[in-house]
């Protein structure tokens, strides 16, 4: 029973991970450019960079996940359930991760910038060749705390009918009623998936601070 069960929610880790990895990926593309909002000389780029970082902050992920896919979804655009949980998730992940940026850009020295300059960078060299490798560096820690947090939340994408892990264990807890054993087996799964995850952020953090320190 207990093998079935787990072949069962099993079934639901590959809509876990692709949830995870595209509302991620969506979120760090989408957060360049929202952080770089937040310093534009215009007060108005700024004004809106926060508003947009607050309003998808402060609405919970079930809401936004309900907005896209019944109200979006029902009526102007023909979304399936894993697009909108990407979307949603995404835009939460991109205010986070713009939030996330802010602090790595405000934690690299004046020096950097001032030295990229006095060597004549252009600004694309100066930022990929000066400021881009430590602001990855100082950002990777939260980015990878972001993450796995990303990973548990993409259980509520189990309310609108992704079949992740948490839709599988609730469907099999339903059809078997054994529901300690499955809910137990369906958190045992994201503890094996999420460290990994942390295994492979601090060997690339071990990795970029080897590499600076040089």
Known sequence: MTLDILQAIAAGIPWTLALTAVAFAIGA??????????????????FLASALILTFRSIPPIVW?????????????????????????????????????RGALAAIHPGQWEAA?????????????????????????SGATYAIGLLKDS??????????????????????????????IAG??????SLPMAWLARWVDVKLRARVAR
Request: glycine fraction near 8%; include cysteine; proline fraction near 4%.
């Open 117 to 141: 300059s006095a060597l004549n960078l252009s600004r694309r060299h100066r930022f990929l060749d000066v400021i881009g490798p430590q602001l990855l560096r100082v950002a990777l820690p």
């Open 155 to 184: 259980a509520i994408s189990s309310t609108i009918g992704v079949s992740e892990i948490a839709f599988q264990a609730y469907h099999t807890s339903q059809r078997t009623f054994h529901s300690l054993d499955v809910y137990a």
């Open 29 to 46: 593309a989408l957060g360049q450019p929202l952080c770089a909002m937040g310093f534009s000389r215009s007060p108005a780029v700024r």
């Open 65 to 101: 996940l309900f907005f896209i896919f019944f109200g979006i979804g029902s009526g102007y655009l023909q979304i399936s359930p894993f697009q909108a949980a990407a979307a949603g998730l995404g835009l939460i992940t991109a205010a986070n991760m713009a939030e996330i940026y």
């Open 188 to 193: 045992l799964l994201y503890i094996l998936i």
